[in-house]
């Protein structure tokens, strides 16, 4: 069965304060792997597409990477409003494709 | 910039009444999920659409729970009867399709049912 693990559950952070989240995940054939940020009381606001080991995308202070086991959300310098929950989810290449998410992490920047 | 529809915001209902959400996706896109997302949790698929059909509602509580997809458009999500425990974001996602790259799904900005 598919799984994505998260860690840290909840990160705070004082504002320019670098850091990493982790996403593990097992799925029997890797589609893509997805990175959401949600802020409180609404959708998940898409990131980032990774589809293979090695690759990388940034956004602003935003990186994401991929190996063949997990996925890395690097956060340079934030701010007070790259606080939010940080969702990773992955597609398998079989069957209908489910999109399966982890149970994310809480980033708090403190200014 | 197109975006995933769902209504109502906000539903507060009774325990062992009937509640509805609604969703329209962006236009053109065959693929629909319903989430169900319980505070401080990941989201949780329900059910999956590829166009009007399910191909996917193997975690929907078909006991009471219904889902459809009529024209391969717009989607309603009925709960019937609502228990405590169904208090949660439900969340619509639509993505291009199967078989084609590139293609995130993107989440409107859900319902949050409250049962009281």
């Known amino acids: 069965e598919d799984q994505v693990t998260q860690s840290p559950e909840a990160l705070r952070l004082q504002e320019g304060e670098s850091s990493s989240l982790n996403c593990s995940y097992t799925?029997?054939?890797?589609?893509?792997l997805f990175w959401y940020r949600q802020d409180p009381g609404k959708g998940p606001e898409f990131l980032f597409t990774?589809?293979?080991a090695g690759e990388e995308k940034e956004k602003e202070r935003l990186k994401a990477t991929l190996t063949k086991k997990e996925s890395f959300l690097h956060i340079t310098a934030p701010k007070p409003e790259d606080s939010a929950t940080y969702l990773c989810?992955?597609?398998?290449?079989?069957?209908?494709?489910?999109?399966?998410f982890g149970t994310g992490t809480r980033l708090l920047v403190s200014p | 910039e197109a975006e995933v529809a769902q209504s109502p915001r906000y539903k507060i209902t009774e325990k062992s009444q009937a509640v509805a959400f609604w969703c329209d996706p962006i236009?053109?896109?065959?693929?629909l999920y319903w989430y169900r997302q319980i505070l401080g949790q990941g989201p949780e698929l329900l059910v999956q659409?590829?166009?009007?059909?399910?191909?996917?509602d193997s975690q929907l509580p078909k006991d009471r729970f219904s889902a459809e997809r009529l024209k391969g458009v717009d989607s309603t999500l009925k709960i019937q009867p609502a228990e405590l425990g169904d208090s949660a974001m439900y969340l619509c996602?639509?993505?291009?399709?199967?078989?084609?790259?590139?293609?995130?799904?993107?989440f409107g900005q859900g319902t949050r049912l409250t049962v009281v």
């Open positions: 996602a639509s993505r291009g399709g199967l078989g084609i790259w590139n293609t995130e799904a993107f």
């Open positions: 799925v029997s054939g890797l589609r893509g």
């Open positions: 990774l589809y293979s």
């Open positions: 989810a992955v597609q398998a290449d079989t069957g209908f494709q489910k999109l399966v």
């Open positions: 236009s053109g896109h065959a693929t």
């Open positions: 659409f590829q166009d009007e059909s399910v191909v996917d």
